[in-house]
């Protein structure tokens, strides 16, 4: 059977352009002469793509030139931040990330989703709210060219280009899609917004001397090569396997055509949250995580990385709880964390909140 997707695993230098020219035309080019193209990077958080947490600016204004000397009429680079982060600081998403300076250098225009109109979309599917928004650009715009990074996640194991995505959603929707069953949810929301271009920024989170990127216009074909050279098998992804089921792309490699860098020389294997926190704290235990959002994992985690750092454990077994649908059992030491978990305050110590404060919640577990 002949391959049904391509997909191009291309290493980085100092030339992201060079790079970037040669694996759009591996996997079949792509027309943009005339276009609007809305590129749409990570910039969930105000912090440098140093860190593996935001997508690279250098490699954003590589493909922002390719736009323009394919002939493109305009060029967007749009996001919409965290709903965790504060409305002051959604600027800074765009200025400490670098992507201002690369609109100034190149032309292109940057827009918080945020700031424009958004279409409603309501009884989607029975995993998605009942009413949701995503910003117009992802329909009004010619092209999408979706810039995630590559990373793991708590609850997605992985977030690549299929859950790159939930940045289009409109700020106070994202934490709705974690309350029936996130997975679902990003594979319904890929259903509306398809990209023509998918580009897995990993420039950073692999070895500091084999730095790639993979690009394919098969959104799960690129979410499973990407998660093949992170060293985590695509069946045990839910957003992969759901996706190819639902006829949204091919996760099988043996039918890709895969070009560019052999898999096997960049692979590497990434630790997975869940491992990690086992790892780090072996008496601690997360409840009902896959029912919270980013709002308590987010200052959670951190709270736990300052306690690794002053070098403190926990002193007996602790189970913390967040999200929805929690059943507490007697004889168990509780923490509560974040207004979902009201119903079953009282039956230990609690911390509310939506999100719940960082340095109250590291306060609480110093004194577990």
């Not at 935001?54 to 709903?83: K, Q």
């Not at 045990?236 to 898999?263: F, H």
Request: hydrophobic content about 40%.
């Amino acid at each position: 059977m002949m391959p049904t997707s391509k997909v191009d695993i291309s290493s980085v230098g100092d030339n992201l352009y060079a790079s970037l020219s040669q694996a759009i035309e591996r996997v079949g080019g792509l027309s943009v002469s005339g276009d609007t193209v809305l590129i749409k990077p990570n910039l969930v958080l105000p912090s440098s793509y140093k860190t593996g947490e935001t997508t690279n600016p250098y490699l954003v204004e590589a493909m922002v030139r390719w736009c323009f000397d394919h002939g493109a009429r305009d060029v967007i680079i749009g996001e919409g931040p965290s709903y965790y982060q504060p409305e002051s600081q959604l600027v800074d998403c765009f200025t400490k990330t670098g992507i201002t300076n690369v609109a100034e250098r190149t032309g292109a225009r940057w827009v918080l989703f945020d700031d424009y109109p958004f279409q409603t979309f309501r009884n989607v599917a029975d995993c998605t709210p009942r009413e949701f928004r995503i910003t117009r650009f992802a329909f009004d715009c010619d092209k999408i060219i979706n810039i995630p990074v590559m990373k793991t996640h708590y609850l997605t194991k992985v977030t690549l280009a299929m859950k790159n995505l939930k940045g289009c959603l409109k700020r106070e929707d994202k934490p709705k899609f974690h309350y029936i069953d996130l997975n679902r949810a990003i594979v319904e929301l890929n259903k509306i917004i398809r990209p023509s271009l998918n580009i897995v920024d990993g420039t950073v989170a692999l070895r500091p001397d084999s730095g790639a990127i993979v690009i394919g216009q098969d959104v799960v074909a690129v979410d499973s090569v990407s998660c093949s050279l992170m060293g985590v098998d695509p069946k045990e992804v839910r957003t992969v396997l759901l996706g190819a089921e639902a006829g949204l792309g091919e996760m099988d490699m043996t039918r890709m055509d895969i070009t560019g860098e052999e898999l096997k020389r960049l692979k590497i294997k990434v630790t997975l949250p869940k491992e990690e926190l086992k790892r780090r704290f072996p008496l601690l235990e997360l409840i009902t995580a896959e029912k919270a959002c980013s709002g308590c994992l987010i200052p959670l985690f951190s709270a736990l990385s300052s306690l690794e750092a002053e070098g403190r454990q926990m002193k007996k077994a602790l189970s913390i709880v967040i999200g929805t649908e929690a059943k507490p059992k007697e004889g168990k030491d509780y923490i509560f964390i974040g207004d979902c978990t009201k119903v079953s305050w009282g039956k230990g110590a609690h911390l509310e909140g939506c999100p719940p404060d960082k340095e109250d919640l590291t306060k609480l577990l110093q004194e577990k």
